[in-house]
């Protein structure tokens, strides 16, 4: 199957910093990523749609101002996570699907982020 | 809310066949069905798929009735390493704009 990757694998970082998370297509172009986040022993819930070259679409209660999403290009998308706070502390997976597949999203092995 | 309903939990033993339905009466003309795999601290990985009657790869089978309204994952003579948490889903939203949701997924533990 296609393959995604992310980075870093886990992050460790003060209270009131901001953080980027990158999730790349390694062997397709992504015109559409999504982003997770999931905590212990919880299902994944996903945050937002992002688009290539346009906005990202958010979730229902996602704050668009403290999860920036850039997709700039066509393998690679980042989550920033603003004014990180301990409660942001989650493990957060990104996942796309190749063009001309059955809808099939691929995901990437995620982040560990804990906010101290 | 997701359009999937899974048991939330199963326990087997080691060599037996495990069997896990999901339920998605709303699905689309559309929607395939997929399964996935959570082991803890990774991203779910990829199992199966099918959008009608059954499908079969080197892992596991997926059965699907006329009405699609169900399906079925069989895991054949489950080892301790497939303890794991599966998810069953479809799609929502029209090809091109389409997402996930997930719901509960359901928690398997193999056991000795």
């Known amino acids: 199957g296609a393959v995604v990757s992310q980075h870093p694998s886990r992050v460790i970082c003060k209270s009131g910093t901001s953080v980027k998370i990158e999730c790349r297509s390694l062997d397709f172009q992504a015109t559409t990523m999504f982003w997770y986040r999931q905590f212990p022993k919880q299902s994944l819930m996903l945050m937002a749609t992002?688009?290539?070259?346009?906005?990202?679409?958010?979730e229902q209660g996602v704050e668009k101002d403290k999860f920036l999403i850039n997709h700039a290009s066509l393998t690679l998308s980042t989550l920033t996570v603003t004014s990180a706070h301990p409660e942001d502390s989650s493990f957060y997976i990104c996942?796309?699907?190749?063009?001309?597949?059955?809808?099939?999203?691929?995901f990437g092995p995620g982040t560990r982020l804990t906010v101290l | 809310l997701a359009k999937t309903t899974q048991p939330i939990s199963m326990d087997s033993y080691e060599g037996q066949e495990v069997n896990i339905t999901c339920s998605h009466n709303n699905i689309a003309t559309n929607d395939y069905i997929t399964w996935y795999q959570q082991f803890p601290s990774q991203g779910p990985r990829f199992i199966i798929q099918g959008y009608k009657t059954k499908v079969t790869n080197e892992v596991a089978s997926l059965f699907i009735p006329a009405d699609r309204k169900s399906s079925t994952l069989s895991l054949p003579r489950v080892s301790l390493s497939d303890t794991a948490v599966y998810y069953c889903l479809v799609g929502e939203g029209t090809s091109g704009t389409y997402k996930y949701i997930f719901g509960t997924g359901t928690r398997l533990k193999v056991l000795a």
């Open positions: 992002s688009n290539e070259g346009s906005k990202a679409t958010y």
């Open positions: 996942s796309s699907d190749p063009p001309g597949d059955t809808d099939t999203q691929y």
